[in-house]
């Protein structure tokens, strides 16, 4: 689906993480939702977003669910991946 090349949305998910912690400890699903939407992505940004579980997220825990989601479709060179 994905050529080697990234994705015009490459970084934005280490842009979305810095964002919604900058001034929170534990953060929603739907904070996270928000911050992904605002920035306009692709539907492929949009899909691993939507695709989080439910609840609240420690940084680490989030950036765990993102990396999983980003590996488990081939995507860390497409997308990049979260620290």
Request: net charge negative; proline share 5%; no cysteine.
């Amino acid at each position: 689906m994905h050529m080697e090349e990234q994705s015009p949305d490459f970084g934005i998910f280490q842009e979305i993480v810095d964002a919604v912690f900058k001034n929170n400890i534990r953060v929603t699903k739907h904070t996270v939702l928000l911050q992904t939407e605002i920035r306009d992505p692709s539907q492929d940004v949009l899909d691993v977003v939507n695709g989080l579980p439910s609840g609240s997220y420690i940084r680490p825990t989030l950036v765990d669910q993102l990396n999983s989601a980003i590996a488990a479709r081939g995507w860390g060179s497409y997308l990049g991946t979260v620290e």
